[in-house]
């Protein structure tokens, strides 16, 4: 069986745990496709956080406590470039972290594109999962905020890290999006999928940058294999990070019925063609997408698992 996932950073890391544990007991294999919306230069370096969230998730080498970055993180290099005065200071780079940057830079520079170096850097993490950058090409989420009395796009980490998503928002915008190819292998993997499955991930700056890519959203919602989402909120509240501030933003409604709504029924030009909701939010109410209610608190990789399991049974 080949499952492929679609996901971003730190949530759709942790989903990744327990769909590898599932696919191990079932000898699945597992292709993910990681969102690059995110994705920002700094101080010269190409960071890619949800790339990094899952390649040091599944290795075993992410700060558990912190979500994103490596365990036993050190800040030298932080806390140099900061007495530089140079920015951006908002932004948390560490020094194992930044090898991985240094590496993954030098390959672009050299020619090698995203997918590839992907590849090889998950030589050394070896996460047990095919890992894909939904694109190869540059694509970067942009939010269009007030700061300072002034309208402006501003990348998405900026937002994010620096503002904590607190500035008047208006939109998210994918830039680069409309010419983005889907990355090698990305077509092959949904092609010869026997399920599709939508990470627990935030549906507006992680699922829907990687869906923007035309070709890649095309061979979802048009492909063969069924497309099963499972919901980021829980009753009416996402667990961790900043959901409810991004569909606020677009007026959806902050529940996994909202949610569900707006990836829409397959049949219907949308996203799912199933939809995973926690056991509190049953009856939630998504016309045209089967719903079933089950435990979709993360705790840990068995519970994950049995999530991912109760998603396999939905597609069928
Ligand atoms: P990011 O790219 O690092 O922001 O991570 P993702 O977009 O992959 O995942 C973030 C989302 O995961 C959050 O918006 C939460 O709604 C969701 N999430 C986090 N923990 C859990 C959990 O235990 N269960 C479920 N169902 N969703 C979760
Ligand atoms: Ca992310």
């Known amino acids: 069986m080949r499952i492929v996932v679609l996901t971003g950073g730190i949530g759709g890391a942790r989903f990744l745990v327990g769909v590898r544990a599932h696919a191990?007991?079932?000898?699945a294999d597992v292709t993910a496709i990681v969102n690059v919306g995110d994705d920002v230069r700094m101080h010269g370096l190409q960071i890619c956080p949800d790339l990094d969230s899952v390649m040091y998730t599944l290795g075993g080498a992410a700060d558990p406590e912190r979500g994103w970055g490596r365990v036993g993180e050190t800040w030298v290099v932080k806390e140099?470039?900061?007495k530089y005065g140079v920015e951006p200071s908002w932004f948390g780079l560490g020094d194992s972290d930044t090898a991985t940057h240094l590496v993954r830079t030098t390959m672009l520079n050299a020619?090698?594109?995203l997918s590839a170096v992907t590849a090889a850097l998950c030589e050394r993490w070896q996460p047990g999962i095919t890992m894909l950058p939904a694109t190869d090409d540059r694509l970067e989420t942009h939010v269009v905020v007030d700061v300072d009395g002034e309208r402006k796009a501003i990348h998405f980490q900026e937002w994010w890290v620096r503002h904590r998503g607190e500035v008047p928002t208006h939109n998210f915008v994918f830039r680069?999006?409309?010419a983005a190819k889907p990355a090698a292998g990305v077509l092959d993997a949904i092609a010869g999928a026997d399920v599709v499955l939508v990470a627990p991930s935030n549906p507006v700056v992680s699922i829907a940058p990687i869906l923007a890519v035309p070709a890649l959203r095309e061979a979802v919602t048009a492909g063969p294999a069924p497309v099963v989402g499972v919901s980021p909120i829980i009753g009416g509240s996402p667990v961790r990070g900043m959901a409810d501030k991004c569909l606020a933003t677009l007026e959806v409604e902050v529940s996994a019925g909202g949610v569900g709504r707006?990836?829409?029924p397959r049949a219907e030009g949308g996203l799912l063609d199933a939809w995973l909701v926690d056991t509190s939010d049953e009856g939630a109410e998504v016309p045209g997408v089967r719903t079933r209610a089950v435990p979709l608190w993360m705790r840990d990789e068995a519970a994950t698992a049995r999530m991912v399991a109760d998603a396999l049974e939905l597609a069928r």
Do not use: F, K, N, T
Request: charged share 20%; proline share 6%.
């Open 176 to 178: 680069g999006a409309d």
């Open 24 to 27: 191990r007991s079932i000898g």
């Open 80 to 82: 140099e470039l900061a």
């Open 111 to 113: 020619g090698y594109p």
């Open 262 to 264: 707006m990836y829409g």
